[in-house]
């Protein structure tokens, strides 16, 4: 029992960072940007090869993540920005389309292997019945120190209540003296270092390849949508609903309906458990478990 | 090369009807639909149905059609309460669910394997087949682009346009965009469902492999580069792109690059040319024609 909970619970750090990353840039601009789920796997990379060339791991992941968010800054200016004038619907397929392209160009880097830290692995520790790494632990604190400074930054700053302002009523935000654009590249920053956290996170624990971005993108979605998009910390809770989802399908046993002693459904039917939930809440409940402060026509 | 030719020429109008079918969601009505693929695997599916049970090959095109429609009504259903980028992120979802489903149902779908041995179109006009089945091609996509130039320019077109561009003027002259949305996708999804039945007795082969999202931004990008809501734009869109994708195994054998190019230039071919029109030339090659449609 404490394993699944424990299995929940890492899995729900994996779409946690992510999908607080795309909540909190919908918050101000907008539109759903795929390309996050392709940032997380270029700090992954990133880093990688930072690590590589011999800095160590935390040097390396920071400056990756600083680099991402950088990143994220010179697309949103380029390519979003301009997108955006037109519709969001335009801006989500333009963001579709840059996925595919840093798709390529991982592929003509890295080629289609999956790629590891070297790290030393220890084995893993017994805690309480279920299987813990260190590599786990350490994903739990960074994710938990990365969240708990996005949210001071959010609630206890000056830049934070600028943001929220911006969120809630951009126009009157611009009246009021607040420069939106700045705040919104500050966002789309912050979003670009917590995506290549998360990128480099799951890279620590497995590998990182270059479909990694591709798998993500629809568990995350589920994540933040359930959260309420726009809601960064709702995105939080919408991480660990879909991910004890998850793991509930792929650990249940349903062979009393199907007619048999013991079945469990296929691991791949994981993301199906993650579709169906978005699909259902879309369906009943569009603006997600807890109000955000974005609401829709 | 001759025989190439007319082969990517071939699958070139099955993707045109796709594409016109997308046009008529995505380009006339404003419905962002990223889970086309879908609707086309329902035609295909049909197809193996019809194999699989034995049926006559014909009869597997109503069933195609029927499931389509039924995924195109639920799809509609979707639409009513959400905006447009998120129910392109529920349509991309459904669309992934039921792929994986096809996968993992291995006694029902054939599994990751797929369905082999559909019979081929035209087989017994042996060496001529492929330039009849190419002929069958150009004359649907044909009849299709006409019926959907008489559709976007009737009254119910009309409507269409006026939801896409104001949707609340719309509502407020009393159409009902519900309606519209449901008709919209019920035609476009037995647009998707034939070419997918097409396809199926093409290749003699119905896979999930051939259901993966990134089809569904091919034909986004046949769409929107050749001219969003333009018809004869999309067709030019969805020739331009399978030829070129065709072609790209062949400048990459003439500089000898390594194989993962392929893949890569596909990538950058279908989302740099997205994204340069969406930036540069949003309208397409062939922009819409606004007004002028005479008589109506």
Partial sequence: ?297 | MFDFFIHVASIACLYGVLALSLNLQAGFTGLVNFGLIALFGCGTYGAALASGMGWHPLLGLPAGIAMAALLGLFYARLGRKLSSDYWGIATLSIAEIIRISITNEQALTGGAQGISGLPLLFAGLKPYDGMARLALYVVVLALVWLFCQRLVKSAFGLSMKLMREEPQLARSLGYDLDRIRRVVMLVSSAIAAFAGFLYAHYLTFVGPDQLVSPETFLIWSMVIIGGVANNRGVIAGAFLMQFAMAYVPFIKDALELPTDFVAAARLIIVGGGLLAFLLWRPKGLFPEKVGGSNGR
């Fill in chain 1, 1 to 297: 029992m404490f394993q699944f909970i424990f299995d929940a619970l890492i899995r729900s750090v994996d779409l946690a960072l992510i999908a607080v990353a795309l909540s909190a840039v919908y918050s101000l601009i907008k539109f759903p940007n795929v390309a996050l789920v392709q940032y997380a796997v270029v700090g992954a990379f990133v880093a990688m090869s930072l690590h590589t060339a011999g800095l160590p791991l935390l040097l390396a992941g920071l400056l990756s993540a600083f680099f991402v968010g950088l990143l994220a800054v010179v697309f949103n200016i380029l390519v979003f920005e301009r997108l955006l004038k037109v519709d969001s619907a335009i801006a989500l397929i333009g963001s579709l389309a840059l996925s595919m392209i840093l798709s390529a160009v991982f592929l003509l880097t890295y080629g289609p292997t999956a790629y590891r830290f070297k790290l030393e692995v220890t084995p893993a520790m017994r805690v309480l019945g279920a299987r813990i790494t260190d590599h786990q632990i350490t994903t739990l604190i960074v994710t938990a120190i990365s969240l708990g400074l996005f949210a001071l930054i959010l609630f206890r700053t000056s830049l934070g209540r600028e943001m929220r302002a911006t969120a809630t009523n951009g126009v009157l935000a611009a009246a009021t003296g607040i420069d939106t654009r700045r705040v919104t590249n500050v966002v789309v920053f912050l979003s670009g270092m917590l995506a290549a956290l998360g990128g480099i996170t799951l890279a620590m624990r497995g590998s990182v390849s270059i479909d990694l971005g591709t798998n993500m993108l629809l568990p995350v979605f589920a994540a933040a949508i359930l959260g309420g998009l726009g809601n960064a910390l709702g995105a939080v809770v919408g991480a660990i609903v879909i991910a004890a989802a998850e793991t509930v399908v792929t650990n249940t046993n349903v062979g009393p309906l199907v007619g048999e002693d013991l079945y469990f459904l296929p691991a791949s039917y994981a993301p199906v458990a993650s579709f169906a939930i978005l699909v259902i809440f879309l369906l009943f409940r569009p603006r997600g478990l807890f109000v955000s402060e974005v609401s829709r026509v």
